[in-house]
């Protein structure tokens, strides 16, 4: 993306930070008098149309203000999140004196998921140290005939193999499909929802037989979870529509709603590989516990949430957690 001018990115961030807190779209004018910027209403609204033409921004409605796009949540998250706030200072001290004086993990997890929730207003989650589960590194499509042999090599070394029955026509699209799966896993998973339509009738039949694949499907860490009822007051889940596929889902497979691996991570509306999850934001950061393995700490809620503050969280806890645990 061509970087954005100084102006837009002041813009961009000033409208996040509106819509955070008051979940109304926002006009120019209205942002130069709250954020005190330092420019016309006409130069702002310009700014916006600019944003808006680029993805990062949206107008629910034709007379309505402008809110941040999933896109756009992306772009200021990756390069425009401000320090967290001083409150996040009295958690740290909180932390600090934080010891094993619970009589179980579970019990201090389920402490600290519920100071997390108290503390941003977010759903959290927390997972219990585990090895880490392996994932997938490639995928090797041959066709032969009127089946389609599919070769999974996670990042073990392991090396496993798929015979299904290719659709008819679909031959042509297995390159095209390849080099998908390729960016996709360069990204950090497949995310399904993203294939082009172009790529569906090879691309249903894969994502079939991995779903049903054993050799992809690893046993979730078990999960505490707290602050559901925080999610489901949120603006952006009144509806059974988007509610009941996330009910599911946290119901059934609570691990599932964050990722696995060593790294710090913000998923964003579609970038989560669970459909279920487009709605929201999460947060997460991993912790060690020596050779038990490693856990996540994260924070759900809709894209409208103050990022700053959530990553600071699930970072501060994570490193509290190896402290405790190491």
């Not at 389920?110 to 994932?135: E, H, K, N, V, Y």
């Not at 964050?258 to 579609?270: K, L, M, S, Y």
């Amino acid at each position: 993306m061509k970087p954005l001018s100084t102006r837009q990115q002041e813009v961009l961030q000033a409208t996040v930070h509106h819509y955070v807190d008051t979940i109304e779209p926002v006009g120019s004018r209205t942002l130069v008098q709250r954020f005190g910027l330092k420019a016309s209403s006409a130069t702002v609204r310009s700014a916006m149309g600019a944003l808006e033409q680029r993805g990062l921004l949206t107008q629910p409605h034709t007379s309505a203000g402008r809110v941040p796009s999933p896109l756009g949540y992306r772009h200021y998250v990756d390069c425009l999140l401000p320090e967290p706030g001083v409150a996040v200072q009295h958690l740290e001290r909180e932390l600090t004196g934080l010891s094993l004086r619970w009589a179980a993990l579970d019990d201090l997890l389920l402490q600290l998921a519920r100071r997390l929730t108290d503390f941003t207003g977010l759903m959290s989650l927390i997972t219990r140290p585990g090895g880490t589960q392996a994932q997938l590194e490639a995928i090797r499509l041959v066709s032969s005939g009127d089946r389609l042999l599919v070769m999974l090599v996670e990042d073990s070394g392991r090396a496993s193999h798929l015979n299904l029955r290719l659709p008819h026509g679909a031959e042509d699209e297995l390159k095209a499909v390849e080099r998908w799966i390729d960016q996709q896993l360069a990204d950090g998973g497949l995310n399904w929802n993203s294939l082009p339509p172009h790529l569906q009738r090879s691309g249903d039949v894969l994502r079939s037989a991995l779903d049903q694949s054993s050799s992809v499907t690893n046993t979730e860490q078990p999960t505490v979870v707290h602050g559901l009822s925080r999610l489901l007051a949120e603006p952006e889940f009144q509806t059974v529509q988007e509610l009941r596929p996330l009910m599911e889902l946290i119901d059934e497979r609570p691990g599932a709603l964050v990722g696995a691996g060593q790294q710090a991570r913000v998923w964003i509306g579609d970038e989560h590989p669970q459909t279920a999850m487009q709605p929201c934001a999460v947060v997460q950061a991993p912790y060690r516990c020596g050779s038990d393995g490693i856990g996540q700490v994260a924070l759900i809620g809709p894209m409208r949430m103050a990022y700053a503050t959530a990553r600071a969280a699930v970072q501060r806890v994570a490193r509290h957690l190896e402290i405790l645990l190491g």
